[in-house]
């Protein structure tokens, strides 16, 4: 026995001297077997980029959503004076909760829970219809699921989802991003369409970890290291696009859409001194958080071509006065022009206006007064500028898949018919490019809409985008004389364009009605089988906005023509906008600005008395005394009236926000840290709570803003009416 047992007690000795010497046993490392059973990793999300506009107002962003489980095995329940899993029992009443809340009927969810369970598996997930969930619905399934004695078994992990608070915004320029499963299981945020599909590699971060040591039960050991590596999040972007003119835009779109139902619709907004796109929408569009009413996946301003019509002859008009050609009193007779064997004619079944002037010829938008022009300018010189302006190429701009059209120039019939428009086609954003030539005194600028990109973890900025100028196709002072005579479009006795002028602004621009080709290659012809456009900037003597509209095949009730949707399009969007880049109307004083002083640090009640003497409207935010912050900051100019913020200690009474603009709206929101709720864009026409009232951090007040074209409308209703009583 004893020689036995000395023998195994050798053996075994010897078996631990070995392992302690190697560090292996079977051919397996130790260290990295304990590593295994024991170190444990802990995942760091990284956020998706967010996505900006020009003033850093939320478009896309990463949100906290949670994903539901259902757990039915009853060994979580082990040990637990209440069950932790879904019982048996309790399977049609719990089903019919959570189809309350989520896209699944009770019979499927029903299902699907009788199923795992007689699988026996853990827990049960429910697929897409199970993940996205809002804190709100999260928070409501809780408490009924309480009220009824059911919350055993049902968990919500959080999780992240991609948020769009704007609704139909942008849409096919924004795109939309959603979670996807790879093969391992695993979720993650993937860029569908627009941007977040072109830029998904700058946008997706690279999730972190922490690794630490635990016990057998998988809770980390007491004085364990930590190694954390962090999160990367995504870059964050920054567009041109104006959030406030946007919303112009697509409110304009919507009321037109709902009066006329066109087949499709059209805006671009950009500014012509640099090619910043400030906004851009088309229909049919649809919301990108729920991917509702989404029919075409192009981005109709740079991936769809068009014959543009009348829109084109602006460029044929600046080609013709850069060479000298243009006499806008010299005559031509309207009517019908024949070229080889091909004739064409003005838009009144070839009848024209007899024998009228060239000037005259464009603002009625004759086909004809082109055809004389372009004898006089050379057909061949002609195509020459209109690839000057930038047509039949792209524009560059910074977004996928855009078309470069083609302008016709083989036969002599198809450079004439370029010169009015049809035949040759080309894109929104190429109007947009050759019309800032015109805008900006023969400077053409290449269009963008990505402003910055940033790093968010390092505060990198690793795009600045600036703008470009292209070769001038034409002189500042053709361009000053397209101008002349495209306001004569709209002022003129004859001109087509009457229905597009604005309150208080100049307008130039020019109209458009081109026929649109069919399945079968001819044109479509009858009713409204047309794209009707307007190409126009403001004020025309020194253009701040350019606009491109177009409104194909809308339903026109009787009375109305093709020009009345794209009329009301632009006139509410250029006007609203106008107004919201304080671009002061005709016939209104310029007021002179003064230099805001500074109040950091100074006694509020001294400084009030100081602003006001400035002729600022001083608003205190907090209970007074030694200010901490202003807004705007010292060194500003800001005209007389200008509200100034100056951020004290203690609560705030609420002020009269009338008349305050939405940034103003959003810096007091910052200061004071108040739950204050915004309803629309523009100007502050209603609040919630009245002036003076003292509130809570959490007690929210709501302000109702309005757009300038609303705000002023009722206005100008009650002046018609007055007038027409007084009379």
């Given amino acids: 026995m004893f020689m036995l047992y000395g023998g195994l007690f050798f053996l075994l000795f010897g078996r631990m001297v070995f392992i302690q010497a190697t560090g292996q046993a079977e051919g397996r490392a130790m260290a990295a077997l304990a590593e295994a059973k024991y170190a444990r990793e802990s995942v760091l999300k990284a956020d998706r980029g967010t996505i900006v506009d020009r003033n850093g107002a939320l478009i896309a962003a990463d949100t906290l959503s949670y994903k539901l489980l259902i757990i039915l095995d009853e060994k979580a329940s082990k040990g637990s004076k209440k069950p932790r899993h879904v019982l048996k029992e309790n399977f049609g009443a719990t089903a019919e909760v959570l189809a309350n809340y989520i896209p699944l009927e009770k019979e499927e969810i029903l299902s699907k829970l009788n199923e795992y369970s007689d699988w026996e598996r853990y827990q049960l997930e429910l697929g897409k219809a199970g993940r996205d969930i809002n804190h709100e619905t999260v928070l409501a399934i809780r408490e009924e699921l309480e009220e009824k004695e059911l919350s055993g078994g049902i968990l919500f992990l959080e999780d992240q989802k991609r948020f769009y608070p704007n609704g139909i915004f942008a849409s096919h320029l924004i795109g939309f991003a959603m979670r996807e499963e790879d093969a391992d299981g695993n979720l993650s945020t993937v860029g569908k369409m627009g941007l977040e599909a072109t830029y998904d590699k700058e946008l997706t971060g690279t999730d972190g970890k922490v690794n630490f040591q635990s016990d057998g039960w998988g809770f980390k050991l007491p004085k364990a290291e930590e190694i954390v590596t962090p999160a990367q999040d995504g870059f964050d972007i920054q567009l041109t ?73 602006m460029f044929t008009l600046a080609a013709a006065i850069e060479e000298k050609k243009w006499d806008p009193n010299a005559y031509f007779r309207s009517g019908q022009y024949t070229i080889y064997d091909k004739t064409i004619g003005d838009v009144n079944n070839r009848k024209g206006w007899g024998t009228i002037t060239y000037l005259e010829g464009f603002q009625r938008s004759s086909n004809v007064a082109m055809a004389y022009l372009l004898e006089r300018l050379g057909d061949k010189t002609f195509i020459d500028y209109i690839r000057k302006f930038g047509f039949g190429e792209k524009t560059g701009i910074d977004l996928p898949n855009e078309a470069s059209g083609v302008i016709l120039d083989t036969y002599p019939s198809e450079r004439l018919t370029t010169s009015y428009g049809q035949g040759s086609t080309v894109t929104a954003m190429q109007m947009i490019q050759a019309a800032t030539a015109i805008a900006n005194n023969g400077v053409m600028m290449k269009p963008y809409v990505i402003d910055q990109i940033t790093d968010p973890n390092t505060g990198e900025l690793v795009k600045d985008q600036q703008p470009e100028e292209h070769d001038s196709p034409i002189s500042a002072a053709t ?249």
Wanted: hydrophobic fraction near 35%.
């Fill in 241 to 313: 696009i104006d959030k406030t003119i946007q919303s112009f835009v697509e409110d304009a779109m919507t009321r037109v859409e709902s009066e006329y139902s066109p087949s499709k619709m059209l805006v671009v907004v950009a500014n012509p001194k640099t090619g910043e796109i400030l906004a851009m929408s088309q229909r049919p569009s649809f919301h990108s958080a729920t991917r509702e009413g989404i029919t075409e996946y192009l981005n109709a301003a740079l991936e769809t071509t068009i014959e543009p019509g009348s829109t084109l002859k």
């Fill in 479 to 727: 361009a000053k004389g397209v101008r002349e005579v495209l306001a004569s479009t709209i002022t003129g006795e004859k001109g087509t364009g009457k229905k597009f002028a604005l309150n208080g602004y100049t307008i130039g621009g020019k109209t458009g009605t081109a026929e649109i080709p069919g399945p079968n290659g001819k044109y479509l012809s009858g009713g409204s089988n047309y794209l009707y456009s307007f190409l126009g900037m403001a004020p025309v003597e020194d253009p701040q906005l350019l606009t491109y509209v177009y409104v194909q095949q809308p339903k026109l009730p009787s009375g109305k023509t093709g020009s009345d949707p794209v009329a009301e399009l632009f006139t509410s969007i250029m006007e609203s906008s106008l107004r919201y880049m304080n671009i002061v109307p005709n016939g209104e004083d310029v007021i002179d600005a003064a230099v805001v002083r500074e109040a950091v640090g100074q006694d509020s009640a001294d400084m009030i008395t100081k602003l006001k003497q400035d002729g600022f409207n001083p608003v205190v935010v907090g209970e007074g005394g030694r200010i901490e912050r202003q807004y705007p900051q010292a060194g500003t100019k800001l005209a007389e009236g200008s509200v100034i913020l100056l951020q004290t200690k203690g609560s705030t009474s609420l002020p009269d926000f009338t008349g305050w603009s939405k940034k103003m709206v959003l810096s007091f929101k910052m200061l004071s840290g108040l739950d204050i709720r915004i309803n629309g864009d523009g100007y502050v026409t209603e609040q919630s709570l009245s002036m003076g009232t003292v509130i809570g951090l959490n007690e929210p007040v709501v302000l109702q803003l309005q757009s300038p074209a609303d705000i002023y409308k009722p206005l100008e209703e009650d002046a018609e009416e007055e007038s027409i009583m007084g009379g």
